[in-house]
């Protein structure tokens, strides 16, 4: 597996790494992307290690709780070496979500708890889940700072920030990562936040880089999932948007046709074709699906691929929202 480099502090992982929400799920929703399978999770994250992946994404929010402590069951005598990434910035109330909370004693609080739940002594990479309107970024990364210093945190990221946000919270102190929605169904973090990503050395970890399953065209309409499902109610599996963002699809498998691929891999490696800076972590809870993501780093896409792929699916053209509630769409971008 090739490396890359995320920040200018001396982070390295693998170019593709492993996404783990959909493990556990999201806060009540331990099925929100079918079955779950704690076992063939387990299996997963030992073949990633195996395939040479080193940089592993869960969160406290997943499950919550349960993916952290599944990941760290998984990694137990097996953790050197490996990026352990983990994130904060909820109120958890019974379980679910009840707004954000980036307070600096809710961070130490939180800090402790996914180091017990994840079974080790630092964490590698620690992320702003979301951006409390209620706390000053100045205040909540002086807080990440400390944790730093005192040896519980390796490298700081941030997750959904705007860019007038990653430049106040970078001059506090560095952030090695911003990670947020990017993929060929979702660039509007194209004109302005890559930006200011690379003008301060923060590497670029997308989420969702295969649109929420969409790109590898094995999926179906919004009301042929169950209601436990998150696509269930995803604007961009549903009605007229499901049929025009599938034409974009079509686009995706005739590229992979040309190279014996997949339409998730070629996906990836339009993803990987955007620059050195740029780490994806797919996420699957299985190990067929594992091996397919991961062949995707040594696909190779010529000048014209790129350009039809732009061409099918330019900056804005996915039809539909990104998320099916004002709350959520509320959390991105500020």
């Excluded at 499950?63 to 069951?73: A, M």
């Excluded at 137990?76 to 600096?104: C, H, N, Y």
Aim: proline letters at 5%; aromatic letters at 6%; hydrophobic letters at 40%.
């Amino acid at each position: 597996m090739r490396r890359r480099q995320l920040g200018n502090q001396g982070l390295s992982v693998s170019a593709i790494g492993l996404g783990c929400m959909g493990m556990a799920g999201v806060a009540g929703m331990q099925a929100m992307y079918g079955a779950v399978d704690l076992d063939e999770a387990v299996a997963t994250i030992h073949r990633a290690i195996d395939l040479g992946v080193d940089f592993f994404d869960t969160a406290e929010i997943y499950g919550p709780y349960i993916n952290e402590e599944l990941l760290g069951r998984a990694i137990k005598g097996r953790r050197d070496g490996l990026v352990i990434a983990t994130k904060f910035g909820f109120r958890i109330v019974d379980g679910r979500a009840q707004g954000a909370d980036s307070s600096p004693a809710n961070i130490r609080k939180v800090c402790d708890e996914s180091l017990q739940r994840l079974g080790i002594e630092v964490i590698d990479l620690l992320y702003q889940h979301r951006v409390d309107p209620a706390v000053p970024i100045e205040e909540t990364v002086g807080a990440m700072a400390e944790l730093v210093a005192a040896g519980k945190v390796r490298f700081l990221g941030l997750s959904e920030a705007a860019p007038e946000t990653i430049r106040r919270a970078h001059a506090v102190h560095p952030i090695s990562a911003l990670q947020s929605e990017y993929s060929l169904w979702e660039r509007t973090v194209e004109p302005d936040i890559l930006p200011v990503c690379r003008e301060l050395g923060i590497g670029f970890v997308p989420y969702s880089p295969l649109g929420r399953g969409f790109l590898t065209g094995q999926v179906q309409r919004a009301e042929d999932y169950p209601a436990t499902d998150y696509r269930r109610n995803d604007p961009r599996y549903q009605g007229e948007n499901f049929d025009a963002n599938m034409r974009a699809v079509a686009a995706v498998k005739a590229v992979a046709d040309g190279h014996g691929a997949t339409p998730g891999q070629v996906a990836l490696a339009w993803l990987l074709h955007q620059g050195d800076d740029i780490v994806p972590i797919p996420g699957t809870k299985r190990r067929d699906r594992l091996e397919e993501n991961v062949a995707a780093a040594d696909l190779k896409l010529s000048t014209d691929d790129l350009a039809a792929l732009d061409a099918a699916a330019p900056v804005g053209a996915t039809s539909g929202e990104r998320y099916g509630s004002a709350a959520m769409m509320a959390m991105v971008r500020r």
